[in-house]
């Protein structure tokens, strides 16, 4: 684990605000040079603090108005092993994030769909057939509010 200071701080938010900032812009407004502050993104990265920069979709914009959260349960825990259940659910394009959770559910899908009947095909035709499904839970997306995280 890497010890951190204020200045460490301040340019993982500013990082974390805008990813796209270069160290002379993140240096101006902390009052370090470019120089300074390019080491300290560099030994940030190297000790893994930084794992590299996203990109962040507008969803709705690229058509995909509807977001849902689904709960799944394997039905066949001991026939289907969860690599399998992984892979076939990574394949699903509408699929933006598969996690496993400990809970009532065993896994966790973020899905992006056009619109309700869209997502009721990806729902029917790919989730549902998927290796090992058992019970799902759907929870529609009604707005969403990003945090700033541990940092903020």
């Keep these: 684990m890497i010890a951190l ?3 460490d701080r301040a340019i993982l938010r500013a990082l974390a605000a805008d990813a796209t900032q270069g160290a002379g812009a993140i240096g ?4 370090l040079s470019q120089p300074a502050t390019w080491r300290r993104i560099r030994r940030l990265t190297e000790a893994g603090v ?23 349960k394997l039905a066949a825990k001991g026939r289907v092993s969860l690599e399998d259940f992984e892979r076939a659910a990574t394949a699903i394009p509408e699929v933006q994030t598969v996690q496993h959770v400990l809970g009532l559910y065993d896994y ?18 790919r989730i549902m057939t ?14 969403e509010e990003r945090r700033p995280g541990p940092l903020g």
């Excluded at 769909?113 to 029917?124: G, H, I, N, S, T």
């Excluded at 090992?132 to 839970?137: I, K």
């Design 130 to 143: 998927l290796p090992g499904v058992g019970d799902v839970e759907a929870n529609v997306l009604l707005s």
């Design 28 to 31: 101006r407004a902390l009052g």
């Design 5 to 7: 200071d204020d200045l």
């Design 50 to 72: 930084l794992k590299g920069a996203r990109l962040g979709l507008d969803t709705a914009a690229l058509g995909f108005g509807v977001t849902v959260f689904l709960g799944v």
């Design 108 to 125: 966790r899908l973020r899905v992006t769909a056009r619109d309700l009947a869209d997502f009721e095909r990806v729902l029917r035709r």
